[in-house]
């Protein structure tokens, strides 16, 4: 079965300190891997995806393939960082877009 | 600017109604999918539609029908409430492929008494 696991609901951090939030999965085939974000009051958002390899507000996603994991890291976290995070891998020949349980992430001052 | 609606912000309804949660895409997208979203548990696919009229059950599709009779509308209905069904839910859509982006609606605030 698909799974896709988040083990903590909440990430407490002091601006500056570095973030991990980790994600591990499951499945099959070769999934393709999401990270959303959803700020305060805002719709959920794409933050960033594995196939274009790129750092979006400073955060990046390194896909382990032994390990199965897509953990997002940030050396320095921002206040406005603060937010929930969603792992979503999306498995090949599905159009499925399942999610993990997410991660709020709260950056202290 | 692409626009995933959804018809309502927040919705009050009692047990044993029929009602319908109604999700219109502007941006010609093939896949449309509804979720619901609960503190804990993230968010669970309901159902997803690859096509017209094509529909697919996702993780919990107890309860809920839904349907598409037009590419950009997409109707989630819960065929008789009841209270375990009070969420936040959440329809999306994305074109065709492996690697495109899921756009969100703002989100409907269920609440069943």
């Known amino acids: 079965a698909q799974r896709v696991t988040q083990p903590e609901k909440l990430l407490s951090v002091f601006k500056g300190a570095p973030v991990e939030l980790k994600c591990n999965y499951s499945?099959?085939?070769?999934?393709?891997l999401f990270w959303y974000v959803q700020y305060s009051r805002q719709r959920l958002q794409l933050l960033l995806r594995?196939?274009s390899r790129e750092s979006i507000k400073g955060f990046t996603a390194d896909l382990n393939k032994g390990e199965t994991s897509f953990h997002l890291k940030k050396p320095f976290a921002q206040e406005e960082d603060s937010a929930m995070y969603y792992c979503?891998?999306?498995?090949?020949?599905?159009?499925?877009?399942?999610f993990g349980s997410g991660t709020r992430l709260l950056v202290r001052p | 600017d692409v626009k995933v609606t959804q018809s309502s912000r927040y919705l009050v309804k009692r047990t044993g109604e029929k009602v319908f949660l109604e999700c219109v895409q502007d941006?010609?997208?093939?896949?449309m999918f509804w979720y619901r979203q609960d503190p804990g548990l993230g968010l669970r696919l309901i159902y997803f539609?690859?096509?017209?009229?094509?529909?697919e059950k996702g993780d919990i599709p107890e309860g809920y029908s839904v349907s598409r009779e037009k590419k950009e509308r997409f109707s989630l209905i819960l065929e008789s409430a009841s209270t375990n069904q009070t969420s936040m839910y959440l329809c999306?859509?994305?074109?065709?492929?492996?690697?495109?982006?899921?756009?969100f609606g703002q989100g409907t605030r269920l609440t069943v008494v």
């Open positions: 999306a859509s994305s074109s065709a492929g492996l690697d495109t982006e899921a756009f």
């Open positions: 499945y099959s085939g070769s999934p393709e």
């Open positions: 941006m010609d997208h093939e896949n």
């Open positions: 979503a891998p999306r498995m090949d020949s599905s159009y499925k877009l399942i």
């Open positions: 539609s690859y096509d017209v009229k094509m529909k």
């Open positions: 594995h196939i």
